[in-house]
Each structure stands twice: as C-alpha cells, then as structure tokens.
C-alpha cells in the first residue's frame, strides 16, 4: 500500500500532514523487502469510495500522480508511455477500429488516446468508480477534451454487468482495469471465464482485445503478466505480449493484445497507419517501438513459455498489496 511519511533529514517518521518541517514523501511498498518512495510538495486531495481509497499527488518528480488502493496508477510526465502502448497497437493492427469499449480508464487518458484515431467513431468508457471518474474530470485537464467529445459515452457500471447487457459488437475491448490485488475490485475481470464468456462473443470479426497485465519485470513478471498471458493463449488463435519501462512505476509494465486475427503488420506498416489515422504526434510509440517492446527478454519469454497457470476466480493471482475491502477488515 501507499503511505505519505515525513522526511527530518535523519530518517522517516509518519506524522500529520501539517507536522512535517522540510519534506513530505510519498512511499509504495512494491514487495515486502521492497519500498518506492519520491518527495512530495504537495497532497492535492484524499478521499474514499466505496471501492477503492484514492488520493491526488503533486510529486517533485512526476508532477500530479493518481494513487488508488495504496498503487500509483498514473503520473503527469510519463503516463503517455502507459496510455500510448495500451491504446495504439490494437487500434492500428485493426484494419479499421470504429467501436471502442474500455473497461476502466476512468481518469480519461485511455479515452484521449483512442479519440486521436481519425476512423473511431464511438468510445464506450465503463467504469464502476463514479466519484474517480467525476475527481479525474475535475482535477486532469490535460483529459478534458476528451470528457467533452461528443464520440465518448461514459457508463457508470461493472464492466462484465454492461458487456453482458449488450448486443453490439465492438472492433476493441480495452481493459485499463485497475491492478489485480487481493480485495480490489477487479480481478475477476482477469479470468478466464470473463475472458471466454463475456470479453470474446462482444468483439466483431477482426476483433482485438487488449489488458494491461501488470508488472513485467526481470523478477515481477511471474506475479500476474505470465497467467495472464496463459490464460488469453487458451481463448484466442493469436496474443501477443509486450512491456515497456514506466519510471513512475519503478518497474517495466506489461500489456497483452489477443485476437483471432493475426498480427501481421511491419514496422513500417505501423508507422504508415499512424501517419494515415492518428491526429497529432506519439510522443512514445512508433513502428520500432512496438517491434522492441514485444521482443522480451530471454528470461521472460521462457517463464511465458512454460507458463502453465491459468487465470480463474478460484485459481487468481495478485500484484503485492491489498484491496479496499481487505484495508478495512485489518483497520
């Protein structure tokens, strides 16, 4: 979980906020050897749904950063890097994205990202947190253009209840769901069940799921990327793994793209459909890009290889950490 702590210049205490007398830090605790800490200047709010506890941070070295549940979940300087890599791969292997469903992404930066595509003509954005997404139009201007356009439509709603209500297909189902942590509210969205049952039958032909599957490190991949990776291989013809660094993180993250469609696109195919369908300039992804993130490293290709766990309600795995729920009981 994350704690905010005060700095003497002798050592670490916790302490009121207004207690502090040179700097005020903001630390994660990433394993249970394992602490994140960077300084703060300032904590733009606190507060608590009725699902997950969420705070806004002003950070000396990533500017404002999103915590929910005690996990960073996005930071001013470098959320491009997570948002770009999630949102660009699936959109330009499509031959031509036109309905978009994202389940989460409730701060809007995912929706932002998707609505740069020239041939999308509808974003469905469902998030469960009412109060986040109205904290996150709020207080992340750089989102707002994409609050107001008129192609998104906001329900506030379990992915899975909505998924099901649906008849309609969608080009790309994009989960940017929040960690799976032991007591979160989404880790069944990580299943296989959902994946088969409700994900798959809600995707036209050529259709292109997406996740963002957690920490993809060296070490921290085995913790949710690889089953997450196992259990889409055993739902779909083709998946396609792929990490990229996010300082912020302090880790490399992973994302998961799956379809019944090959990917067959060149660098250079990638680059040419990004020149043809994005407005405006990447600032992380291109053609290379992609071609480097989805070339893993030998240690992690074999642990994807030999992977043998899949993803279920009574079989899931969990990032380090707790939910809510979990919070409360030990409160």
Request: with cysteine; charged share 25%; proline share 4%.
């Amino acid at each position: 979980m994350g704690d905010i702590s005060v700095s003497n210049g002798s050592g670490k205490i916790s302490s009121p906020l207004n207690g502090y007398r040179k700097s005020c830090w903001y630390e994660e605790e990433i394993e249970e050897n394992l602490r994140w800490c960077f300084a703060l200047n300032s904590i733009l709010h606190t507060g608590a749904t009725p699902y997950q506890d969420i705070a806004l941070l002003d950070t000396k070295p990533f500017g404002k950063a999103l915590v929910i549940d005690g996990k960073l979940q996005s930071a001013e300087t470098d959320e491009f890097i997570y948002h770009e890599c999630l949102v660009h791969p699936s959109l330009l292997f499509h031959p031509s994205p036109k309905a978009v469903f994202i389940m989460g992404g409730g701060e809007g930066s995912t929706a932002r990202e998707i609505l740069r595509h020239k041939t999308v003509e509808k974003v469905t954005m469902c998030d469960i947190d009412e109060e986040v997404v109205e904290f996150c139009r709020s207080h992340l201007l750089v989102n707002r253009n994409a609050f107001c356009d008129p192609r998104l439509e906001l329900v506030i709603n379990d992915a899975r209840a909505e998924l099901e209500s649906r008849n309609a297909c969608f080009d790309v189902i994009i989960g940017d769901l929040a960690d799976p942590i032991e007591g979160g509210p989404c880790y069944k969205l990580y299943t296989r069940s959902f994946y088969e049952c409700i994900v798959k039958p809600r995707l036209s032909q050529n259709g292109i799921f997406v996740t963002q599957a957690g920490p993809a490190g060296i070490f921290s991949h085995t913790e949710v990327f690889s089953c997450i990776y196992n259990t889409l291989k055993q739902i779909f013809k083709y998946v396609v793994p792929y990490s990229a660094h996010i300082p912020s993180f302090a880790d490399t993250w992973g994302w998961v793209m799956a379809s019944d469609s090959p990917f067959s696109l060149t660098a250079e195919d990638l680059d040419l459909r990004t020149k043809q369908r994005i407005k405006g300039e990447n600032r992380y992804f291109d053609g290379k890009t992609f071609t480097s993130a989805s070339t893993l490293s030998k240690a992690v290709r074999q642990s994807l290889s030999n992977e043998t766990h899949v993803y279920t309600e009574g079989a899931a795995r969990f990032i380090y950490g707790y939910g809510t729920a979990d919070r409360h009981e030990q409160e």
